[in-house]
């Protein structure tokens, strides 16, 4: 049995187990907070991923600041949430696939992203997990659930891409599995998945979207509220040829 420090893999966690540096893969899926108390769901961790406790819990805390590994995202997690459902691990290895390793996946990409959107659902600031999501969280777990990791954010997903040209009704450039950003100009605040054809599958909010999963276009033409909306936000697109390798990112 491998040791981790003075852990041997496999251990249960315990709650004086949870000290900085000591790394943890989940059997239940839990929620990550932006800060050490109060709501702000910031994403959730399924079941299998692995985390790392970055600082102990600190007296009068609800929550221990952690990150998770696959994509180095941070957050704050109720400890009480893993207690039976974590046990000490390695960090997991890397499995950074190629650019046409990724091509060749982007079809299981496609079917997750549409069959997430055929689903019951509504849109979650944080959401992660399904079939509630929030628009970056929509696009990681479409990859992840094809062996690509990408960072959590949508404006971390535009720097990570490879620059595809894209305007309102051009669009010739693009390929199925592309990634679409929409925003201001200074900062990236949205993102979608291009189906081809001009269209591009999101989740979306209540104000501009459609509190949900759904299928809107680049095309001038589409005259449709949340169509219209998001193109006078179009900031540009991505091409995902890379894996993230789990570094923490800004």
Known sequence: MARLGRLAE????????????????LSAPVDLTSH???????????????LIVLEPLRPGYQRLKVQLLEDGYPGWLDPYQVLGHARACLPPPLRL????????????????AEQARLRPNHYLWGGTLGPDFDCSGLIQAAFASAGIWLPRDAYQQERFCQP????????????????????????????????????????SGREHGRNG??????????????SVHYRLELRGAGRVIRCH???PLL
């Open 97 to 112: 696939l190629d650019a046409g390793q990724i091509e060749a996946a982007l079809p299981a990409v496609l079917a997750f």
């Open 164 to 203: 595809v040209a894209v305007a309102p009704g051009g669009y010739s450039l693009l390929r199925a599995g592309d990634l679409i950003f929409f925003g201001r100009p200074q900062r990236c605040t949205h993102v979608g998945l291009y189906v081809g054809g001009g269209r591009y599958l999101h989740s």
């Open 213 to 226: 999963i759904g299928l809107d276009g680049l095309d001038p033409q589409l005259q449709d509220p949340v």
């Open 36 to 50: 050490w108390r109060g709501p702000g769901l910031a994403t959730q961790a399924a079941a299998g991923r692995a």
């Open 245 to 247: 390798d789990g570094t």
């Open 10 to 25: 496999g251990t249960p966690v315990a709650l004086e187990l949870l000290q900085p540096g000591s790394c943890w893969r």
